[in-house]
């Protein structure tokens, strides 16, 4: 079974809306900037991918990751054509740090907020009648998390319509954990650089209507791709560290549930944070698993300009996907300039966005989070069912796309 992506909505530091974070993209146009809500001299780094919409430099106010992901819905479902009444709709919002900010500013600064408002749920009921709301708070994979469980609720015929979701902001208390964690502070996200130093956090939502392939879009409404198969598994190898091994298997199970094999891939949108851990480990899993292929599929990493969006993250990159096999373009990964060993060989698009010349039909799409929450989505672009049918399983094998 495979499902199909009819709405999409976002918002990062680089763009207001799905077209214009894919504009930036393409044009290697990264949101970095200096440190808008936060006193600078507390930190050794002083650098972020903030969204810039505080009332004034310095001055931070409670409930801004909950505007970004009531922008990035209201994007999303006017997107699909289902309209804003969402009482029928499940709605899976999946992040790290939820409002932790709006604590903090309560917290230290005496902000007022209602504490109901924690909860995203009350402002989904409250803007789009939303009756029925998750959160997942699986850290750096949460949104394909949520990915996953959407697939599930409509393959198990429990909803005909999911809304999907991610969002996190950036909190100070998090800015300074990180802050600590690296033997120099991080200037800017360089992943698979020898000069890397560190992840650096970035700001945003995101948002995608899903339905079953076999009941179609609403009236009017349109395809943008195909989600042929999510693959999840949490190791709880380490609390940070990532385990190479169990990448490799969440790849291999998602390749498996779309019914696709390594050759059959375009691009590869990487988890690519800039941290030698994490990196090490995403290049040595998909060593392994696109090993013997004459070429690697094409492989770019759009946190180098996002920042990292944690829990929004990997619908993020999802919607960058569509739009790169929508266009033909993959957008480059900045701040590439000396890669290191482990990707040698690998089609790492950077210094400027490339347009191949062999339709890019098929993307998957990475997201690891502390905890070894690994989660990875095959998207196939939108009317090009079908083609990979052949290759789809080992000979003998007549196991269909989805499970």
Known sequence: MSWIVTGMGAVASIGGSADEIFA???????GLAKLRGYDRSRFRASVAYEIDDRPAPGVDEPLRATRWLEQAVAAAVADAGIGEDLS???VLVGTTLRELRSVELSWRDGIPFDARDLHFGTMLRR????ADTHTVANACSASLYTLALGADLLELGVADTVVVAGVDTITESTYGLLDRCYPEAPDRVRPFDRARRGML???????????RESDGPEAGGRIHARVRGVAVNCDAHHPSAPEAKNITAAIQEAHERAGVRPA?????MLHGTGTPLNDEAESAALSSVFAGLDQSPYMTAIKSMTGHTAGASGLHSLVAAVDVMRTGIVPPTVNL??????VAGFRLVRGAAERPRQPLRLAQIDSFGFGGLNAVAIVEKAGTAGEFAESA??????EGAGQ
Do not use: C, K, N
């Open 24 to 30: 930036s993209l393409t044009e290697g146009r990264s």
């Open 88 to 90: 029928g709709v499940p």
């Open 127 to 130: 803007r789009f009648g939303a």
């Open 201 to 211: 956090q970035g700001e945003g939502a995101v948002a995608v209507v899903l339905r």
């Open 264 to 268: 059959d891939i375009d691009v590869v």
């Open 337 to 342: 300039d000396d890669p290191v060993a482990a």
């Open 393 to 398: 399983a080992p000979d003998g094998d007549e």
